[in-house]
């Protein structure tokens, strides 16, 4: 079990996002809105680390921040910190607070899901282990050795396509938006077209379908975006 995470943060876009994204890597995660829920939250179920925006209703993360350092049963849980660019002296203030990390907004869920790794890592509190394999039908990832076999068959895949692999195989059956994908796989940051969505599925199923032109596994769910049809 890779661990227990609270989010205390009250943009619902943002909490949605982060959860996705650590729920996807295998964390427990529960959220509160305001800073006073966060704090019960937080003692309530002493998780293995804090994701604190700083701006928030009730009590600012700030506070919290320093409640949870002076009370014996949490002042040991890493705290993650969310700011906004602009608020670079509160940035300074938390880490003097005893927070661990900061992430500044807008961040890509890929460098958050990054720096949980790293501060779970470095406060030792979690088992780190991933799964090595994912397989489905005639599809295996070795994420280990970042190896993708087709009918037994090693794929070349870029890292962009490798991560869209995993994503598709670690849910199969769920139908993903173009614009979904967009901002998962390429970042929260990211403005690009929803067509580099199309060009990474054709090269996709040029690189794990029997027939590209008739997908098996891949497929396009019509008015929605994209679907793996796994076993
Ligand atoms: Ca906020």
């Not at 921040?65 to 608020?87: G, H, N, V």
């Not at 009918?151 to 938006?177: H, I, M, Q, S």
Request: proline fraction near 5%.
């Amino acid at each position: 079990m890779p661990g227990t995470i609270v989010i205390v943060e009250d943009e619902a876009n943002i909490v949605e996002l982060v959860k996705y994204n650590l729920d996807r890597e295998g964390y427990r995660t529960l959220y509160a809105n305001d800073g006073r829920k966060g704090l019960e939250l937080i003692k309530q179920e002493l998780p293995d680390l804090v994701i604190l925006d700083l701006m928030l209703p009730e009590m600012d993360g700030l506070s919290v921040c320093k409640q949870l350092r002076s009370d014996a049963q949490t002042k040991s849980i890493p705290i993650i910190i969310l700011t906004a660019k602009s608020e670079e002296a509160d940035r300074v203030l938390g880490l003097e607070m005893g927070a661990d990390d900061y992430v500044t907004k807008p961040f890509s869920p890929r460098e958050l899901v990054a720096r949980v790794r790293a501060v779970l890592r470095r406060s030792g509190a979690v088992d780190e282990t991933e799964p090595e394999i994912i397989e489905n039908g005639v599809i295996r990832i070795d994420l280990r050795q970042h190896l993708v076999k087709v009918r037994g068959e090693e794929v070349e895949l870029t890292p962009k396509e490798f991560d869209f692999l995993k994503l598709l195989l670690l849910n199969p059956g769920r139908a993903f938006t173009r614009e979904f994908l967009l901002e998962h796989l390429w970042g929260y940051e990211y403005f690009g077209d929803t067509r580099t969505v199309d060009v990474h599925v054709r090269r996709l199923r040029q690189k794990i379908e029997n027939d590209p032109a008739n997908p098996e596994y891949l497929e396009t769910v019509r008015g929605v975006g994209y679907r793996f049809r796994g076993e």
